[in-house]
């Protein structure tokens, strides 16, 4: 049985156009799937259909093969947690008790937090490299801080799934580098990792499997070194684009524009 299973997923918003059309892939259990493709083509909007805050007009989501629209709130919650690409609070949470908030499906809504449930909350912050800041504000965190908060918190959840929308966002290369080596950590873990993203080197970088986006479909699905071609790349983009290769094998690492 697989892990997530997305069968013909179709949005559209009212009084707009299609934003998903016939979307289907599944995802097995410790795998990390990266969802490729320019600004614009849903990748977001498939995001909250997977997590059930949006609902599709047609198709369904599946989780250990039960339809997530049969699943309540709470239920779904423990098997699917979701990194957004940024959060601005209001409030001045310290960054612990924000990370504690991930387990609230297990406590209940009148219920309070237990031993198990900060002993998670740090194991996750730990993990993160944020236990150190746990009585920072968060909204005093820089934007890598913030990140890795909020990443400990979907890990505090202890949903077997979690889904990232553009993780990286806004982020300099050493913190796209701790949370690109955080992924690939967590899926040798066991977790199953969607994530969306709009780099391509992000999925060479993790060596997983890729889907292809672009204007509300899958292009294409499969491992990243068969998938993104330089002709793929460039097709998806709509700009010519080039190979940069590396490493002993000068395998393909990434892409660049191609200035003609």
């Keep these: 049985m697989k892990a997530l299973e997305a ?10 156009g299609e934003v998903l059309n016939d979307i289907s892939f599944d995802l097995d259990r410790g795998e990390a799937l990266a969802i490729l493709g320019p600004n614009g083509a849903g990748k977001s909007t498939l995001a909250l259909c997977l997590l059930g805050l949006l609902a599709p ?7 250990n093969g039960a339809a997530i629209s049969q699943l309540s709130r709470s239920d779904l919650a423990r098997l699917i947690a979701y990194v957004p690409q940024s959060t601005q609070s209001v409030f001045a949470f310290e960054a612990e008790h924000l990370v504690l908030m991930g387990r609230s499906p297990h406590i209940g809504p009148f219920g309070a937090p237990m031993e198990e449930d900060r002993r998670l909350t740090q194991q996750a912050m ?21 990140q890795m908060v909020l990443i400990a918190r979907a890990l505090a959840q202890d949903a077997p799934i979690i889904v990232m929308d553009e993780p990286t966002a806004s982020l300099d290369l050493g913190n796209q580098g701790r949370v690109l080596a955080l992924v690939r950590d967590l899926a040798h873990m066991g977790k199953s990792i969607i994530m969306t993203t709009h780099l391509p080197d992000q999925a060479f970088n993790l060596k997983c499997r890729v889907a ?28 010519p684009l080039q190979s940069l290769t590396g490493g002993a094998a000068q395998e393909i690492i990434a892409f660049a524009p191609r200035l003609d």
């Excluded at 294409?220 to 793929?232: E, H, K, R, W």
């Design 7 to 16: 069968t013909g997923l179709c949005f559209r918003r009212e009084g707009g």
């Design 57 to 63: 007009q047609r198709g369904v989501v599946r989780i």
């Design 212 to 239: 292809l986006m672009k204007q509300g479909r899958l292009c294409a699905i499969g491992p990243v070194a068969q998938v993104c071609t330089a002709q793929a790349m460039s097709d998806l983009y709509g700009a």
């Design 126 to 146: 730990e993990l993160t490299g944020v236990w150190r800041l746990r009585h920072r504000p968060f909204t005093e965190l820089s934007g890598g801080e913030r």
